[in-house]
């Protein structure tokens, strides 16, 4: 009985034999695996990224209310489950006001509730000067996970004369170094009616557009905080890149909307809020609450609905990904079906010499099994090692030119433990399956043909 040592033995001899197309086909092998390593650990890591994202910020705890009505969609959402989610009854949509808030701070499992509130203004710091939406957010808020600060602290009270500033703006701003912000004098200069002008009874020159009847109002805040750049955007409920704490915004004389589009959502005269966003204690509570708004004329948008919706996307993305690593890997395997065939042919009276001595079936294919399989677990290695180094060369690349955008340092690619045994596993399946047909081509050698072969 032939030991399985033995079996080794003879094997890498052979494939010592023929060094330059063993390698040639092990090469082949290393790029097909490294392609469907990469692939895969693209999709792997973006869809880690995407939902770390939503973990660390909590956004599965946050429910947005909108008044419902064809000027509120939610611009975030299928406009086919938009339709199931607006008000019911069919009537018109209610307003959302300071009634509407308190109403929803009672519910079960509701923590904050704060009206989504931006203002245009022209934002300077030092001799630089844009134009921004200022938001106005609770200093729970700004304690909470969903305002990453890159310097600086949040807001103490809802009354503090402060502001915390993004870094992206503060980039365009010309400031590097988002610590050397804190503490600077910023200039918010908001526009407000001037019911002054329409008193003067120059009504002529308003309606021509000669004298428009607004007036800009300078108010002056420290910055306190900066927030860090997100790599991966969301429908979060900062919508801006300066906020500022709502006692803070009672003070400031502004216009009631942001845009001519909010004025269409008046009823009675009475404009309310374009949104409200909702924090809850855990995503258990989702389902109850928005039930509940929903019933009372408001039509809501959770993330937690859309997050199952996102990992499927990642599946087909992956199986994807895998397709088109995978014509690589059928490449791959047509080299070592050639190269074993070759094998055939060039010892082809060894073949025959060695089933004349008493060498089995079994015994053939089993050399050639272990030699396709050796072919395998050399391209599976060192394919392993080729997508993890491309990836990393990628990343590289990409996040030096990001960072450039000012935005913070991501990994794209994520090689999970099963990912690379499987990918050394699957090269040495593929390569087994590769070999069946040159092993049974092997074992259907004549050795008395096979003797007399030149």
Excluded at 32 to 55: C, D, P, R
Excluded at 93 to 112: H, N, Q, T
Excluded at 140 to 163: H, Q, T, Y
Excluded at 197 to 220: C, H, M, T, W
């Amino acid at each position: 009985m032939v030991k399985f040592s033995e079996y080794l033995q003879f094997s890498f001899s052979n494939l010592r034999e023929m060094k330059l197309r063993t390698a040639l086909t092990a090469f082949g092998v290393t790029v097909g695996i490294g392609a469907l390593v990469a692939m895969v650990g693209f999709g792997k890591g973006l869809q880690k990224n995407v939902t770390e994202s939503f973990e660390k910020l909590d956004l599965l705890n946050s429910i947005t209310v909108f008044p419902g009505g064809a000027l509120s969609r939610n611009p975030f959402r299928d406009p086919d489950e938009q339709a199931r989610n607006e008000p019911k009854g069919g009537g018109e949509a209610r307003i959302l006001d300071d009634e509407a808030i308190k109403k929803f701070g009672r519910m079960p499992g509701v923590e904050i509730v704060f009206p989504e509130i931006r203002f245009p203004a022209m934002v300077k710091l030092g001799d630089s000067e844009e134009f921004r939406l200022v938001q106005v957010l609770p200093s729970k808020i700004a304690a909470s996970k969903l305002v990453k600060l890159a310097a600086g602290k949040p807001f103490a009270r809802d009354d503090e004369d402060a502001v915390i500033i993004g870094r992206t703006l503060l980039r365009q701003m010309n400031v590097k170094d988002p610590a050397s912000a804190l503490g600077r004098k910023l200039r918010i200069s908001s526009l407000a009616f001037d019911f002054g002008a329409l008193v003067s009874g120059n009504i002529g020159a308003i309606i021509q557009g000669g004298r428009l009847p607004f007036k800009k109002q300078d108010y002056e805040f420290t910055v306190i905080g900066v927030t860090e750049s997100m790599g991966f955007s969301s429908p979060t409920p900062l919508q801006s890149d300066i906020y500022i704490p709502p006692g803070s915004a009672q003070r400031i004389e502004k216009l009631p909307f942001t845009n001519i589009w909010d004025l269409f959502r008046a009823r009675e005269g009475a404009l309310g809020y374009s949104a409200v966003n909702i924090r809850l204690a855990s995503p258990a509570h989702a389902d109850s609450v928005k039930r509940q708004i929903q019933d009372m004329g408001f039509s809501t948008f959770a993330l937690i609905d859309q997050f199952s919706q996102v990992k499927t996307s990642f599946v087909f993305m992956d199986m994807v990904l895998a397709a088109v690593g995978m014509i690589a890997i059928f490449v791959a395997a047509l080299g070592i079906v050639n190269t074993m065939v070759m094998s055939i042919m060039e010892r082809y009276s060894e073949i025959g010499i060695m089933k004349a001595v008493g060498a089995a079936n079994s015994d053939i294919k089993i050399i050639f099994f272990i030699e396709s399989s050796v072919i395998g677990l050399l391209g599976g290695v060192f394919g392993l090692a080729l997508g993890w180094a491309v990836s990393r060369l990628i990343n590289r690349v990409v996040n030096y030119f990001l960072a450039r955008q000012g935005i913070p340092y991501i990994e794209y690619f994520s090689f999970p433990w099963w990912l690379c045994l499987g990918a050394v596993v699957f090269a040495v399946a593929v390569s087994l399956v590769s070999g069946i047909y040159p092993a049974l081509r092997a074992a259907k050698v004549d050795p008395v043909v096979a003797l007399r072969h030149e």
